[in-house]
């Protein structure tokens, strides 16, 4: 006797499981249009619903920008890597891509990434955001000073000090030491008229309009020697402000465009260092010098990634930045502080009053820069080699323009190399054959 087969017990399996799916499925809909009601959109900027449902939303939406922010990096890591492996030196050439940056809302997207790191986040989600930053953009978390959980935000964490002993200051007194955690891009002597640096191969830009003036150029021409004493630099000096300064002298002066009568004891040199994500963010002082005259241009918010270097013409000088120009015992120093993508906050721990990327009522970008003189007791601000002096919120590039002694072969010389990494408080050149 032959039995027919039965299928009953395989179909009722298989029709729970495509119920057990559509149940799933209402009940996540369900929840889609409960948040997309207008009594839940309303909540979100007020009412603590909102704000419980907020939370989760930009914890979520942080992962995210750190998941596609490193991806992103592996690749351009990878793309620079093989170029340098064959010995190929990237040069100038603008693509599309960069003409299409200038369309977009750089300065607002910066300042939603601003506002969306400065969300407080839960307690229990912050070592593990740390942790995959620190693992995306290889951060050192034993270096940080405080508890993962003791920073409320991915903002306080970018900006986090470090243990102390973890940066120790070159204590040698003929050196210039390296203001930030970062990578030595490029650095030289400025020979030429002009004082051209070069952004990449095919492409430089002047230092005047990097800086925003000339100074550097008037006080090579006044053969500052002696440490200084005609450029009056003094340990805690009073400098006179109010008479005509050397920063305010006019780019349409013969001898100004004309730096080639310069004196040949000092020479004018330059460094220009990255930050990347993952790097200390915060800035020091790479000398002992008097910080007198402070500017900020507002301008674009390209980012500065190696790619951007090599597509995007002007990059420091059209990006926003700060400004800082003062003296140190040999001449002329400046510190310039570029602002980027997503770091469009630059902070200066003694001048509060700076507010960057803000706003702006007009489309052009071509502003007049905001110009302050520290007038402390008729001083200028006095820094000593490796005290904190800003910071940035995410990572950038800082370029550093300053005089130093070449009067014989063994004098201020670079101690490093392009490429090579670098930590804040190390050499960056040295000096010997000089009485200080």
Known sequence: ?????????????????????????????????KIQTPEARSSVNGGSAGRNF?????????????GALHVRRLYDDNKIE???????????QSDVKASCMRMLPLRSISRFW???????????????????????????????????????????????????????????????????DGTILRFGE?????????????????????????????????GADDHGKKIGWKENSDIDVTKKSWWRVSLASPSVRNPAPACPMKGLFYCVIYLRPGDYHRIHSPTDWNVILRRHFSGRLFTVNERATRTIRNLYVENERVVLEGQWKEGFMAMAAIGATNIGSIELFFDPTLRTNKPQKKMLHIEPPEEKVYKHDSTGIWLKKGDELGAFNMGSTVVLVFQAPTSS???FRFCVKRGERIRMGEALGRWWNHNS
């Not at 009953?8 to 929840?31: C, D, E, G, M």
């Not at 907020?54 to 750190?66: E, N, Q, S």
């Not at 601003?114 to 229990?124: D, I, K, N, R």
């Not at 008229?193 to 000339?214: C, H, N, R």
Request: positive net charge; hydrophobic residues 40%; contains cysteine.
């Open 190 to 222: 400025l020979k030429e008229a002009g004082g051209m640096i070069e952004q990449v191969k095919g492409f430089s830009y002047s230092v005047p309009s990097l800086l925003g003036g000339t100074s550097f150029m008037s006080m090579t021409e006044t």
């Open 54 to 66: 907020y939370l989760p939303g930009a914890t979520v939406a942080t992962i995210v920008m750190l």
């Open 82 to 92: 093989e170029i340098r492996e064959k010995g190929i030196e990237m040069e100038f």
């Open 409 to 411: 072969p063994s004098d």
């Open 1 to 33: 006797m032959r039995f027919k087969p039965s299928y009953w017990v395989p179909l009722i399996t298989h029709t729970a499981r495509i119920n057990n799916f559509l149940k799933q499925r209402l009940s996540f809909t369900s929840f889609l249009r």
């Open 114 to 180: 601003g506002f969306l790191t400065s969300v407080e986040l839960p307690v229990w989600v912050r070592p593990y955001a740390y942790k995959a930053w620190a693992r995306a953009f290889h951060s050192n978390l034993q270096e940080v000073a405080l508890p993962l959980e003791e920073y409320a935000s991915l903002r306080e964490f970018f900006v986090r000090t470090l243990k102390d002993g973890s940066r120790p200051i070159d204590s040698d007194p003929r050196c210039l030491v390296s203001p930030v």
